[in-house]
């Protein structure tokens, strides 16, 4: 059974040469430190989805439990940087069915995700 983060932004307005540029460069930077070359990492589908669609893309996690708490953070630490890059859109970030909390401060993450205890205890599996 896999698990995958889903991410999505709607506007009416479409993204602006600029702020495709911007994606791109988030694209690139998180690209280039992504973790396990063997993984999948932070993935956009050409379009977005729907009429108003800016932006989507999904990332499969990785069924080790010790590497799927790394990708799940550097792929949201992404969507972060997306969503403060496209401002006035809509956003919906998910894990199969379960919606991704958002915070203003520490963007999308869920509790305890950055507890570095936790990582530990994941990394001994």
Known sequence: MSVSLYYSADRAMPR??????TVERIVAAHTS????????GL????????????LAGSTKLPGDPGR???VMVHVLGAVTELRRALPGAEWRVHMDDLDVPW????????PGMHDADLAAAFGDF
């Open 33 to 40: 430190s992504f973790p396990y070359q063997d993984e999948e």
């Open 16 to 21: 602006t040469d600029a702020e495709t540029a």
């Open 103 to 110: 915070d203003e401060q520490d963007g999308y993450a869920f």
């Open 43 to 54: 993935s956009l589908d050409d379009d977005g989805t729907g009429p108003d669609g800016i």
């Open 68 to 70: 799927m708490l790394p």
